[in-house]
Structures are given as structure tokens and as C-alpha cells.
């Protein structure tokens, strides 16, 4: 992997770790990332949100997705209730998450002489769905593990 993609992998890994502490006081550990290579989600929620620069010459995505059990745990610790099932309120702290993962990265990104601005995120539930990311370019997928689960934030930037 090139230097670039290796800032741009701590950026988004650096970016969930610490939307996780601060947000749902989660410790998470970095996995190993690579290079995804199909559209497969590693999880059963996904939250989804697409990028751009301001002319549109650059564009990218981010999904973060959740094993069941990760997402109602880290959720039902950042709202401080038990979640049974993922309903709307899982899945809209799940958007939320995604929101603040990569408003963060992108704040961060700014170093690197690249400057998105971000649409609104989706979400998508179910087992074995898939994730089409913006950019026909290389997948990163950054897994992180927590007492609750795992999770793993993927990155597309074309």
C-alpha cells in the first residue's frame, strides 16, 4: 500500500475509534485492513454516506457496518437503553455514527489537500446485503472489534 492510502487508512480508523469512545464510551481495537473485493457487507447494518469535492471533480463513500450484536450493544451504550432487536431508533444512531466517523475524517482529510463535503447517510439492514460504493476504485476495509462485536468502516475515494 501506498504511503497516501496508509494516512487515508489511519485517518477513517483513527476517526471510528474515537466517534466510539467518546460517543458510547466502546473501546475498539484496530484490525488488520485490506483491500475489499466484492460488494458483500461483512454485517448485518450498514450506514452509507457518499462525498464529494465542491466542483464534483472528486467523490468517494464510507459505510460502516455492524454485526447485529455490535450495533444494538454500542448503540444501547451510547443512548443508555437495551435494545432486543434493531428497530429505527438502532438503525438512526447507526446514520449518526456514520455521520460523525466521517465528518471527522474529513476534517482530517483537509491535511492531505483533500476537501469533501458529505451527503445525508442510509442506512440498510439484513443479513448478506450489499454496499455499492461511489468510486469504481479500491475498497478499504479497516475492521474494528469491540466487547460488543465487530464492525468495519470501509473507505472509496475515486
Same mark, same amino acid.
Given at each position: 500500500?501506498? +504511503?497516501?492510502?496508509?494516512? /487515508?487508512?489511519?485517518?477513517?480508523?483513527?476517526?471510528? !475509534?474515537?466517534?466510539?469512545?467518546?460517543?458510547?464510551?466502546?473501546?475498539?481495537?484496530?484490525?488488520?485492513?485490506?483491500?475489499?473485493?466484492?460488494? %458483500?457487507? @461483512?454485517?448485518?447494518?450498514?450506514? !452509507? /454516506?457518499?462525498?464529494?469535492?465542491?466542483?464534483?471533480?472528486?467523490?468517494?463513500?464510507?459505510? @460502516?457496518?455492524?454485526?447485529?450484536?455490535?450495533? =444494538?450493544?454500542?448503540?444501547?451504550?451510547? =443512548?443508555?437503553?437495551?435494545?432486543?432487536? @434493531?428497530?429505527?431508533?438502532? %438503525?438512526?444512531?447507526?446514520? +449518526?455514527?456514520?455521520?460523525? /466517523?466521517?465528518?471527522?475524517?474529513? %476534517?482530517? =482529510?483537509?491535511?492531505?489537500?483533500? /476537501?469533501?463535503?458529505?451527503?445525508?447517510?442510509?442506512?440498510?439492514?439484513?443479513?448478506?446485503?450489499?454496499?455499492?460504493?461511489?468510486?469504481?476504485?479500491?475498497?478499504?476495509?479497516?475492521?474494528?472489534?469491540?466487547?460488543?462485536?465487530? =464492525?468495519?468502516?470501509? @473507505?472509496?475515494?475515486?
Amino acid at each position: 500500500m501506498t +504511503e497516501k492510502v496508509k494516512k /487515508i487508512i489511519v485517518i477513517f480508523a483513527q476517526a471510528g !475509534i474515537n466517534v466510539l469512545e467518546t460517543m458510547a464510551m466502546v473501546k475498539a481495537g484496530l484490525g488488520k485492513a485490506y483491500i475489499k473485493k466484492d460488494q %458483500k457487507a @461483512v454485517g448485518d447494518v450498514s450506514g !452509507i /454516506i457518499g462525498f464529494s469535492s465542491k466542483s464534483g471533480s472528486a467523490k468517494g463513500s464510507m459505510s @460502516v457496518t455492524f454485526s447485529e450484536a455490535s450495533a =444494538l450493544g454500542i448503540v444501547g451504550s451510547m =443512548l443508555g437503553e437495551e435494545y432486543p432487536e @434493531v428497530n429505527d431508533e438502532v %438503525k438512526d444512531a447507526v446514520g +449518526e455514527m456514520t455521520n460523525m /466517523i466521517c465528518g471527522q475524517a474529513r %476534517k482530517d =482529510l483537509v491535511e492531505m489537500d483533500m /476537501i469533501f463535503e458529505a451527503g445525508t447517510p442510509s442506512v440498510v439492514t439484513g443479513k448478506n446485503h450489499t454496499i455499492r460504493h461511489v468510486s469504481e476504485r479500491a475498497i478499504l476495509a479497516i475492521p474494528l472489534d469491540t466487547s460488543h462485536g465487530s =464492525l468495519s468502516i470501509e @473507505v472509496c475515494i475515486g
